[in-house]
């Protein structure tokens, strides 16, 4: 454990899902990343496939928040399920024993070790159709699922936590507007009753646009968006009680 580090954060590792793709996983994970690290842990980002050639979340997570260690195990030029991104390229899919190692060589020399999922959490990532709830199985570990803001997202969200009825998790919402709307109010508050009634918890909130501050502006700000499990000061009343969300974001607008 780095110095100074938080007594009171998850560690190990963690499973960065989403109730589906283009929810903002990549920036969440980067959040988590620069809050964890500005807490004192050591680092490792874990991005089992990637696909699509116009895609590189493990580089994204890199210039935000510096980690200690990134690593992508699989690449696939399709922006596909990697199963079928595999399939199209004419390679072997992606085994489910190399990832679980990957995670174990990882955690013996990392505080936290952050996997970062393709899409939803029921993906098909490879051999025999694995996702990453049964790499979450395999590896013990907990979940952040992240979540939209708008419209549809009080079902995603609710069956992305029963599937993951058997491990701890918490929910992020990954890019919440400048510009409220009533459903975006309204979504905070079945959310949060919505993970109250699966044991998860609303523990944090990620900005729209935050993955176009600068690095250090990025660093600085992350602690405030996430909750203390997530090594950040969040905190969900506040939160909840502000009619200015963007406001109570440090680092947002330059200085």
């Known amino acids: 454990m780095g110095k100074g580090a938080s007594m009171t954060g998850w560690r190990g590792p963690v499973l960065i899902t989403g109730t589906d793709t283009g929810v903002g996983k990549t920036i969440v994970t980067a959040a988590l990343a620069a809050a964890a ?14 696909s699509g050639d116009d895609d590189d979340d493990a580089a994204t997570v890199a210039r935000l928040a510096a980690p200690t260690t990134t690593v992508t195990l699989a690449r696939y030029a399709e922006p596909l399920a990697p199963l079928a991104a595999a399939r199209i390229a ?7 024993e190399p990832v679980v190692a990957a995670v174990h060589e ?11 999922g393709a899409g939803g959490l029921l993906v098909p990532m490879g051999t025999q159709g694995w996702t990453v709830r049964d790499l979450a199985l395999r590896c013990g570990m907990s979940s952040l699922v992240v979540a939209r803001a708008g419209l549809g997202t009080l079902s995603h969200t609710a069956l992305t936590l029963e599937a993951l ?14 510009a409220l709307e ?17 044991r998860a918890l609303i523990a944090g909130a990620v900005p729209e646009g935050a993955g176009d501050l600068t690095p250090h502006q990025f660093r600085l700000a992350a602690p ?5 499990v997530l090594h950040g000061t969040f905190n969900l009343e506040s939160f909840r009680k502000s009619t200015q969300c963007l406001s109570q ?7």
Do not use: M, Y
């Not at 405030?224 to 203390?228: D, E, M």
């Open 165 to 178: 009825a058997c491990r701890p998790a918490v929910v992020v919402l990954g890019s919440w507007p400048s």
């Open 90 to 96: 004419g390679e072997p899919p992606l085994g489910l």
């Open 249 to 255: 974001f440090s680092g947002i607008a330059a200085p």
């Open 37 to 50: 690290g500005r807490a004192g842990l050591k680092v490792a980002v874990l991005k089992p496939a990637q």
């Open 182 to 198: 009533l459903v975006h109010r309204s979504n905070l508050t079945d959310l949060t009753n919505a993970a109250g009634g699966a």
């Open 106 to 116: 990882l955690a013996q020399k990392h505080d936290l070790v952050l996997v970062e």
């Open 224 to 228: 405030s968006w996430l909750a203390p």
